[in-house]
Nanobody, 124 residues
Framework: QVQLVESGGGLVQAGGSLRLSCAAS????????MGWFRQAPGKEREFVAT????????YYADSVKGRFTISRDNAKNTVSLQMNSLKPEDTAVYYC?????????????????WGQGTQVTVSS
């Protein structure tokens, strides 16, 4: 059974930093794109960042570009998201995704596995 387990969420003041981690089990994703989405209260789930298995290539939403950094450790089957200069509008549940099936990498339908999510709250 495939599982994606996120950790590292919490409460932080605006301008602070958090690092999210996602550990995958049940199969390896070292040759597959992994990433992060988020969902704020009352809003649709939105793309945050993704990282390919080779090079690796990274892609970010405009809203987080320059502040967030995605990375992965293929040996450990993990993906991380370093979040700096956090803003109140970054408050959301953050979801780890894996098993990119093609198409728009920023679309929720393009990923077959999702974690349960971890809450990030940024106070002003």
């Amino acid at each position: 059974q495939v599982q994606l387990v996120e950790s590292g969420g919490g409460l932080v003041q605006a301008g602070g930093s958090l690092r999210l981690s996602c550990a995958a089990s049940g199969r390896t994703f070292r040759r597959n794109t992994m990433g992060w989405f988020r969902q704020a209260p009352g809003k649709e789930r939105e793309f945050v960042a993704t990282i390919s298995w080779s090079s690796p290539n990274t892609y970010y939403a405009d809203s987080v570009k320059g502040r967030f950094t995605i990375s992965r450790d293929n040996a450990k089957n993990t993906v991380s998201l370093q979040m700096n200069s956090l803003k109140p509008e970054d408050t959301a549940v953050y979801y780890c995704v894996a098993d990119y099936g093609g198409g728009d990498y920023a679309a929720t339908r393009s990923y077959n596995y999702w974690g349960q999510g971890t809450q990030v709250t940024v106070s002003s």
